[in-house]
């Protein structure tokens, strides 16, 4: 299922990436994304650890985790609910 969540995202970002290409002058590379780094510090550690991806990356990895999200709420939802009458 989360396979299948970020395959989904990416491809989302995907089209955006083809026409930016079609964009470009024929003769010029086009320019690299520009990296995007934030510091996270992992719970229980003083050491803080910086990682650089694209936007598109940080948009699909924020994509999944509110996907993530979402699917665990449906499913406590669905915990709370069981065995109650109505």
Do not use: F, Y
Not at 42 to 68: F, H, L, N, P, Y
């Amino acid at each position: 299922m989360i396979r299948i969540l970020s395959l989904a995202a990416a491809l989302a970002a995907a089209p955006t990436a083809v026409h930016a290409k079609a964009e470009a002058p024929q003769g010029e590379k086009p320019a690299a994304e520009k990296k995007i780094c934030k510091r996270e510090t992992a719970t229980g550690s003083i050491m803080a650890r910086v990682t650089c991806r694209t936007k598109a990356e940080w948009d699909a990895i924020t994509a999944q985790s509110q996907a993530d999200r979402d699917l665990a709420n449906d499913a406590a939802r669905s915990r709370s609910l069981v065995g109650q009458s109505r």
